[in-house]
């Protein structure tokens, strides 16, 4: 039994396959202990299906973002060659604010206080010059037991071509029973700020992750595995337990269960790597929806996609030209991470995202959110502060009987009640003089900070979006997804079924994913008539590292218990032109010099055939894929729409109330049409089809909307 879990800032989403059917689960989130709203998610999925065997939890985190995020990790202490103890506050000249003149540098991750330097030194080539005695290393052991660190991070100058120096010292200093992030280990590539800034933030995160992880595992091992306190659960319309009915655990047999984790580069690992390498799952669960978005778009024929995610808190959106691309670097709370992510753009808007007025008076919507405590306040207990949530549900965008599938009834006059409060404490300010007026304001300013993210993956970097279908999806997704394909003129709108879990799904769906580094500097011969030989030797010393790399590979996969033997190797190399300072990935073929040529020339206006080039690093990535449902034709019932209507309603479109009909999309067929405005309601979430708008539903039961 196999569950794919995306824990949100709101929301828990839970996902299993059974007999090639979705089944889907939503509870809250439990920020204080994340595991505690996985597990009641899980276990309340579990009730309604028959499950034999081993448990497996794929799950996909935002346990390291937020901790990240919100400076609340681990006390490190940072130790590195001597002399460069303040490399990791100096960092790079860059200034993202360049006309700020009251800018700030947020404080580094390790005060100078825990910085310490260790007399070693190796080479650019790799040859040691100076090993670090073993009486510094005691004076720097003893200095350490003292100052309260709560993880260690090592990180010496050129260790990435040899890591002799940092073995004998991390070895040194396990005795402190603390855990250790080697840079050799985490990212042996060069640039030494970029490798010192990943190990630092792997150490900063890893204890917070690594105890997390280990609560979630007992609960799996040891309150799961239970047998069902009883045979005869009750079950709601969704097939799971009602909210707040009795709990019971799970009727899984003898086997223990397991739980792996989803990383940024959207493949899976084990949960004994996230803790030790909590840095590769920084993005876990926004990766998940890119992998669905792929999936999806490979079933429906879809060579060019965008995939929009909107959850509780954020809203995050990729763009699929063919395959997702992959960045190397990305950078968070305003520090570079150098691992593999999927290039995944991220805004502070979702459905819990908080609406105030700046210090001019402007209306502004997020980044700050309700989250799932205390919630938007049309939430039973929720906050009272205004959110996109609660404006939807004011314009009769959502339906107050039909949230979560009528389980979960969303408090409208509370909504009205604290619209209008705000509206009173601002009356002056906001230019609004009614309650729909001010929630089509914050539903239009949450709209255009989701466009502006739409714009920079796509007409920033080269991309025509009119080119693009919107793969939407998350809970609040389908509420926004027909204005913004408005806006940008993409021909059409895909809602997927079961859109508010279907990260959940993509994580479920993931290959496993081992991704190695190593940074080589060698230069790539120049063709010529005496250059056969100089190729020959130059494609063997390439072959030689490449081995070396897969073979240590396959052998930590065997190790982590997985069949490495299964797994498929993908070489890559990372180029550029001899003298340039960042480089571009292709993939290792004969023909690799053609691909680097054009590559660069779509991503820079030119390209120079005569120049040398030089490879920075190799990459390898093995990957074990994993079972794919295939998306089954659904034969076509009856397409008139009125049998799946519930009610005519009053929403709010264009400046005013119209009516506007609601669907329940379970009742929709295959080859239904309709055109708006209409709202279409179902368990995870709900879509909206505007007045300008036609709806079909294709023959896999996705929604399909297109302006008129």
Same mark, same amino acid.
């Given at each position: 039994?196999r ?9 828990t989403?839970?996902v299993?396959?059974e ?10 989130s ?12 899980v ?7 028959q ?15 937020n901790?990240?995020l919100?400076r609340?990790?681990a006390?490190?202490?940072?130790v ?8 990791i506050?100096?960092? @790079?000249q860059?200034?993202? /604010?360049?006309?700020d $003149?009251?800018? !700030?540098q *947020? %404080?580094?991750? +390790?005060?100078?206080t ?17 090993r670090?005695?073993a ?6 052991t ?33 005795e ?5 992030s ?6 042996p590539?060069?640039?030494e ?9 792997n150490?900063?995160?890893?204890p917070?992750?690594g ?6 595992e007992r609960?799996?091992?040891?309150d ?5 306190a ?10 799971? @337990?009602?909210w707040?009915? /009795?709990r019971?655990? $799970?009727p899984f !047999?003898? *086997? %223990?269960?397991? +739980? ?12 004994a ?6 840095v590769?799952t920084?993005?876990s ?6 992998v669905?978005s792929?999936?999806?778009a490979?079933?429906l024929?879809?060579?060019r996609a ?11 959106v ?5 395959q997702?691309r992959t ?7 305003g ?34 959110s309700?989250?799932a405590?205390?919630g938007?306040i ?6 009272a502060?205004p ?7 004011l ?7 039909h949230?979560l599938g009528?389980?979960f009834?969303?408090?409208l006059?509370?909504?009205e ?7 009173h404490?601002h009356?002056r ?17 949450s709209?255009?900070t ?19 279908a ?8 389908g509420?926004?997804?027909?204005d ?8 059409k709108?895909?809602v997927p ?10 994580i479920?769906?993931?290959?496993v994913?081992r ?6 500097l ?8 005496d ?10 010393d390439?072959?030689k590292r490449?081995a ?20 498929r ?6 180029l ?5 300072s960042?480089e571009?990935?292709?993939p ?12 660069h020339e ?7 055939p ?6 920075v ?22 397409p008139?729409?009125a049998?799946?209507?519930v ?8 400046g ?10 379970e009742?929709?067929?295959?080859g ?6 209409a ?9 909206v089809?505007?007045?300008d ?7 896999c ?5 297109r302006?008129?």
């Amino acid at each position: 039994m196999r569950f794919g879990v995306d824990t949100g800032g709101t929301f828990t989403d839970c996902v299993v396959l059974e007999r090639g059917k979705v089944k889907i689960l939503k509870v809250f989130s439990t920020p204080e202990d994340a595991s505690r709203g996985i597990l009641e998610g899980v276990r309340r999925l579990a009730e309604s299906l028959q499950p034999a065997g081993p448990l497996e939890i794929i799950h996909g985190t935002t346990v390291g973002t937020n901790s990240l995020l919100e400076r609340r990790g681990a006390r490190v202490a940072l130790v590195t060659t001597a002399g460069f103890e303040d490399l990791i506050e100096i960092g @790079r000249q860059a200034r993202p /604010r360049l006309y700020d $003149l009251d800018a !700030r540098q *947020a %404080p580094p991750l +390790v005060p100078r206080t825990l910085r310490f330097g260790v007399r070693e030194r190796t080479t650019a080539h790799g040859r040691i010059l100076h090993r670090p005695s073993a009486a510094a290393i005691a004076r720097l052991t003893s200095k350490l037991k003292g100052l309260r660190a709560e993880s260690i991070a090592v990180c010496f100058l050129f260790s990435y071509l040899n890591p002799a120096n940092e073995r004998v010292v991390a070895q040194a200093l396990k005795e402190l029973q603390l855990p250790i992030s080697v840079s050799h280990q985490i990212l042996p590539e060069f640039r030494e700020y970029e490798r010192l800034a990943t190990v630092v933030i792997n150490a900063f995160l890893a204890p917070g992750m690594g105890e997390y992880l280990k609560r979630l595992e007992r609960g799996v091992r040891e309150d799961i595995r239970q047998r069902a306190a009883s045979s005869n659960s009750h079950v709601g319309p969704n097939g799971v @337990r009602p909210w707040g009915e /009795r709990r019971s655990p $799970l009727p899984f !047999r003898d *086997a %223990p269960g397991r +739980v792996y984790v989803m990383q940024s580069s959207g493949g899976i690992t084990t949960a004994a790597r996230a803790a030790r390498e909590p840095v590769r799952t920084i993005l876990s669960g926004p990766a998940g929806g890119v992998v669905a978005s792929t999936w999806l778009a490979r079933q429906l024929g879809i060579s060019r996609a965008i995939s929009f995610d909107m959850g509780g808190t954020s809203t995050d959106v990729c763009l699929i030209d063919g395959q997702p691309r992959t960045s190397n670097e990305t950078v968070l709370g305003g520090l570079p991470v150098a691992v593999p992510v999927l290039d995944v753009h991220s805004v502070g808007a979702g459905g819990g995202s908080l609406a105030r007025l700046d210090a001019g008076g402007a209306l502004r919507v997020g980044p700050q959110s309700a989250g799932a405590k205390p919630g938007p306040i049309c939430y039973r207990g929720g906050g009272a502060q205004p959110t996109v949530t609660d404006a939807n549900l004011l314009l009769g965008r959502l339906d107050p009987d039909h949230f979560l599938g009528g389980e979960f009834p969303l408090d409208l006059r509370a909504a009205e009640r604290g619209f209008a409060d705000f509206l009173h404490r601002h009356s002056r300010s906001t230019g609004f003089k009614t309650v729909p007026e001010l929630a089509a304001g914050i539903v239009a300013v949450s709209s255009a900070t989701m466009e502006k993210a739409l714009r920079v993956i796509s007409v920033e970097r080269g991309h025509d979006p009119r080119g693009f279908a919107l793969i939407c999806f998350g809970g609040g997704g389908g509420l926004h997804a027909a204005d913004l394909a408005r806006s940008l003129r993409l021909p059409k709108v895909v809602v997927p079924q079961n859109p508010g879990a279907f990260s959940a799904l993509g994580i479920l769906l993931s290959d496993v994913i081992r991704d190695s580094v190593r940074s080589v500097l060698l230069s790539v011969p120049e063709g010529g008539r005496d250059s056969s030989q100089r190729w020959a030797e130059f494609w063997h010393d390439l072959e030689k590292r490449f081995a070396i790399l897969e073979r240590v590979s396959r052998a930590e996969l065997q190790h982590e218990g997985f069949p490495a033997e299964l797994a498929r190797a993908e070489r890559r190399l990372d180029l550029r032109y001899a003298g340039q300072s960042y480089e571009l990935s292709v993939p290792l073929r004969t023909d690799f010099r053609r691909l680097f040529h054009q590559q660069h020339e779509k991503a820079y206006g030119y390209a120079d055939p005569r120049r040398p080039l030089e490879i920075v690093n190799v990459r390898l990535r093995l990957v074990i894929r994993t079972p794919k449902p295939q998306l089954r034709a659904c034969r076509a019932g009856d397409p008139d729409p009125a049998r799946a209507r519930v009610k005519t309603k009053p929403v709010w479109f264009a400046g005013r109330f119209h009516s506007t009909r609601l669907y329940d999309r379970e009742r929709l067929k295959a080859g239904t049409h309709f055109v708006g405005p209409a709202v279409v309601v179902e368990y995870s979430s709900t879509t909206v089809v505007p007045p300008d708008f036609s709806c079909e539903v294709d023959k896999c039961l996705n929604l399909i909307l297109r302006a008129r």
